[in-house]
């Protein structure tokens, strides 16, 4: 299994600042056929379904603010809030799709300062 | 638009069964790949099992600690595909979404970008 590992666990940012989650996985998730990272960054809030924020490790799903951000190749990616919002405080989660089983990070808590 | 919708989830004892069922829309159904994941309460999200396209054999593959008690199916022409979950526990309470990863060219269009359902809830208790 592909095993996703996330840092940090949790984050504390102030209104306005940069706040930077990693995610790395066990193998890599690019599929060279298509050139494409099979990996997807959401955002959950409670009593919500997942959000999807990026998809292809750097697409951003259509309506998603662009201060969100996906980069990343291989087995190293990071979801970027360029200037964080009240309304971004959420927990956030990588997945991989590459292979089953299509496992996920175990979550980073993202608060205000 | 891409749309999912999730319905069967209901209150039932430990060792019953339930079946989940998945309505999709606005793509082309039999060219997409179909996703189970749950969320337990207050817990994070754990990907189920998934069924493959018939064209790449509409075969299954399941998350390990649900093999052997769930199976999932589809039926294209109802665009729906299902969710049999049997020998229940209550560890399986959660929230269940279908989702799918849509990456294909057909006669209408470019289809890409991840969807998921509303959810629908699963209490296993006696």
């Known amino acids: 299994d592909i095993v996703m590992t996330q840092s940090p666990d949790s984050l504390a940012v102030s209104l306005g600042e940069r706040a930077t989650i990693n995610c790395k996985s066990s193998q890599s998730v690019l599929y060279s056929s298509n050139n494409k990272n099979y990996l997807a960054w959401y955002q959950l809030k409670p009593g919500q379904p997942p959000k999807v924020l990026i998809y292809w490790a750097s697409t951003r799903e259509s309506g998603v603010p662009d201060r969100f951000s996906g980069s990343g190749s291989g087995t190293d990616f990071t979801l970027t809030i360029s200037s964080l919002q009240a309304e971004d405080v959420a927990v956030y989660y990588c997945q991989q799709y590459y292979g089953p089983p299509y496992t996920f990070g175990q979550g980073t808590k993202l608060e205000i300062k | 638009e891409v749309q999912l919708v999730e319905s069967g989830g209901a209150l039932v004892k430990p060792g019953g069964s339930l079946r989940l069922s998945c309505a999709a829309s606005?793509?082309?159904?039999?060219?997409?790949?179909m996703n189970w994941v749950r969320q337990v309460p207050g817990k994070g999200l754990e990907w189920v099992g998934r069924?493959?396209?018939?064209?790449?054999?509409?075969?299954?593959d399941y998350a390990a600690p649900v093999k052997g008690r769930f199976i999932i199916s589809r039926d294209d022409s109802r665009q729906t595909f299902y969710l049999e979950m049997n020998s229940l526990k209550t560890e399986d309470t959660a929230v269940y979404y279908c989702?799918?990863?849509?990456?294909?060219?057909?006669?209408?269009?470019?289809?890409?970008?991840?969807?998921w359902g509303q959810g629908t809830l699963v209490s296993v208790s006696s």
């Open positions: 069924i493959k396209k018939k064209t790449d054999g509409g075969t299954t």
């Open positions: 606005g793509f082309t159904f039999s060219n997409a790949w």
């Open positions: 989702n799918t990863a849509l990456d294909y060219y057909d006669s209408t269009g470019y289809y890409s970008g991840i969807y």
